[in-house]
């Protein structure tokens, strides 16, 4: 049971456009919200986060929005750069005991965005 | 900036071959994690460690083990390779909520 969803595999946009990246999660419980970018060949990076107590936080040209009561959230990217693209995961964390979290990640979009 | 080291950039084995992924950070952090990525599969969790001589199982450890003998050091086993386990290995560990990644593997069985 996939418990955080990217419902597109791939999206294209046109440079100085808004990227909007989806992501749906199902269980209640997860606290901090993420996104990482990957390029090929190279481990993913940490964008941006969102505790599950705020519902926006922006960091420059990159936006995240919380919807809890929808189970939804979004990357914003405004104004799009080619340098942009690459996968882009969503995922999330829930407390696993010991003092750890675990982090569980959706399949990934892929953002081609066209000079 | 806290660094996440795997050992292998690209490995190619054989069907049948015992290999060792190796991960090293460069902080006293307990929690330590490997992940493998595939296209349309996105990152899923094989085995992590909380701290020395701990480990856990993922969501898939099938074909895999994991050894954690120094803090410093997680290792990733594939007792006997099979095709099925080409893929890119990502190694990670965690502080307070945060995570840095490797560069990772690209582990290749022919």
């Known amino acids: 049971d996939q418990q955080v969803k990217q419902n597109s595999p791939s999206l294209s946009v046109q440079e100085g456009r808004i990227s909007i990246l989806n992501c749906d999660y199902t269980?209640?419980?997860?606290?901090?919200f993420l996104w990482y970018k990957k390029y090929p060949a190279e481990g993913p990076t940490f964008l941006i986060s969102?505790?599950?107590?705020?519902d926006k936080n922006e960091d420059g040209r990159f936006t995240v929005f919380l919807n809890k009561s929808a189970k939804h959230l979004s990357l914003h990217i405004v104004p799009s750069q080619p340098g942009d693209s690459a996968v882009y995961f969503c995922a999330a964390t829930s407390y696993s005991g010991a003092g750890s979290y675990q982090l569980t990640f959706g399949k990934g979009t892929k953002l081609s965005v066209i000079p | 900036d806290v660094k996440v080291t795997q050992s292998s950039r690209y490995l190619v084995k054989r069907t049948g071959e015992k290999v060792f992924l190796e991960c090293v950070q460069d902080?006293?952090?307990?929690?330590m994690f490997w992940y493998r990525q595939d296209p349309g599969l996105g990152l899923r969790l094989i085995y992590f460690s909380y701290d020395v001589k701990m480990k856990e199982k993922g969501d898939i450890p099938e074909g895999y083990s994991v050894s954690r003998e120094k803090k410093e050091r997680f290792s990733l086993i594939l007792e006997s390779a099979s095709t099925n386990q080409t893929s890119m290995y990502l190694c990670a560990r965690s502080h307070r909520g945060g995570y840095t990644f490797g560069s990772g593997t690209r582990l290749t069985v022919v």
């Open positions: 969102i505790s599950s107590i705020k």
């Open positions: 269980n209640s419980m997860f606290d901090y």
């Open positions: 902080m006293d952090h307990e929690n």
